[in-house]
Every structure is written in C-alpha cells, then in structure tokens.
C-alpha cells in the first residue's frame, strides 16, 4: 500500500445521494491533490490544497465540494451527482517546493446511477 | 507489489541531445499508457499517451515507445530542452469493468544548458 490511502475504494450512488470522499497521506506532505480520470483519459485537475488553503480549483461543479481539515487529510463531498461523473478520482500529495516524491493514492471508483 | 515501475530515479541529458525514460510493467492487462510531465510545485500534466494496439505515437519531438512481448514503454524526447527538466510519470490503466489506473514513481529530467 501506498503512502497514500484514499477510501472507499468503490462506491456506488444514486443522483439524489450525498456521499464523501475520503483521502489520507502518511508521508507528511503539506500539500495534496484531487484528480478526476474518466475511461481513457488522462487526469484532470479537480483542487489543490497546499498547507490547508485551497490554491486552485479547476472550474468544477460546485456538486463536488473539497474539504482539507489538517494536512494529513483531504475530502470530496458529493451530492446530486450526474452519471457522467461516474470516473475514477484520485488523490495525490507532495511536498510543497519539491517535484519528486509526488504520491498517488490507489483511487476510488464511482458509479453514478 | 509495483505493477508500474520506473527503474531510474533520475537521468541528466544534455541539451539538444536524446532523453530516454524508461517504464516497465508486468499486468499483461494494461492496454492503455500515458506519460505525464510535473513541475515543481504544481500537479502532473498529461504529456503522450499509447495504446496496446500500437508500438509508437508521436507528438512533436515527444515520441513513446511500446514493447508487449517485453511489457516495456520509453518516452524519447529530441531534442531535449532545457524546459523538459521535469519529472515524468508513467502510468498504465486497463477497464476491468470500471477500470484502474497504475503510476510509476517518477524519474526526474535535468537538461542541462
């Protein structure tokens, strides 16, 4: 297992849902990353957190709502969801001023009915 | 277990010459790879993607390579730049009925003026 520990691995939700993401890195990295990959495309970019703060937001819907309590931890708060959100989402973390030792989670699979 | 590895931590190259990156894997069921470039402090950028079906795709001076029978893929960059100084992921995926996609740890480019 990676530093980097995202949970659930699979979920499953309706439209109506409201359902969370859950990151968390044991590397001590302050800053940390959410990606959104659909089938056969590379990653998108959903938030960047460095040291707490949101930094960057790439134009996602607002139905997806990051929360980063402490530096350790990072959240995905979904709700009214569509099915082409359906993809895998991906956390990562690093260390904020350095390029390598940038970390992937395994990703969490949704499935949006 | 490391299904995606990239062997060379780091790799300097002169300017105008080759850069070689290197990635193997061993799940015979990846059929689609990419390559991503990242810069200090920021999240990773798709750069080339291949898939199974092919053994190369070429974008500019960004050429990779695809070896099935060794489960072995190359990023070569000609020339390389001195704005190539990066690190490269590389990372395989394959739809398992929701699909999974795999990162290597990364090897960092340095080209030098």
């Known amino acids: 297992e990676t530093g980097v520990t995202q949970t659930p691995r699979h979920l499953v939700m309706g439209m109506t849902n409201k359902k969370s993401l859950k990151c968390e890195q044991h590397?001590?990295?302050?800053?940390m990353y959410w990606y959104k990959q659909s089938a056969k495309k590379p990653l998108e970019l959903m938030f960047v957190?460095?040291?707490?703060?949101?930094?960057e937001n790439n134009s996602v819907p607002s139905r997806f709502s990051p929360e980063c309590p402490n530096s350790s931890h990072l959240f995905l708060h979904l709700h009214t969801l569509q099915p082409e959100d359906s993809a895998l989402y991906l956390c990562?973390?690093?260390?904020?001023?350095?390029?390598?030792?940038?970390?992937f989670g395994s990703g969490t699979r949704l499935t949006v009915v | 277990d490391q299904q995606v590895k990239q062997n060379s931590p780091s790799l300097s190259v002169q300017e105008g010459r080759i850069s070689i990156l290197n990635c193997d894997y061993t799940n015979s069921m990846f059929d689609y790879f990419l390559w991503y470039k990242k810069y200090p402090a920021e999240g990773p950028t798709f750069l080339i993607s291949i898939s199974s079906i092919k053994d190369k795709n070429e974008d500019g001076r960004f050429t990779v390579f695809l070896n099935k029978s060794a489960k072995h893929l190359s990023l070569h960059i000609v020339p390389s730049q001195p704005g190539d100084s990066a690190v490269y992921f590389c990372?395989?995926?394959?739809?398992?009925?929701?699909?999974?996609?795999?990162f290597g740890a990364g090897t960092r480019l340095f080209v030098k003026a």
């Open positions: 957190y460095s040291l707490e703060e949101r930094v």
């Open positions: 990562a973390s690093s260390q904020e001023g350095e390029d390598y030792g940038y970390t």
């Open positions: 990372a395989a995926t394959w739809d398992t009925g929701g699909f999974k996609t795999i």
């Open positions: 590397l001590g990295h302050n800053a």
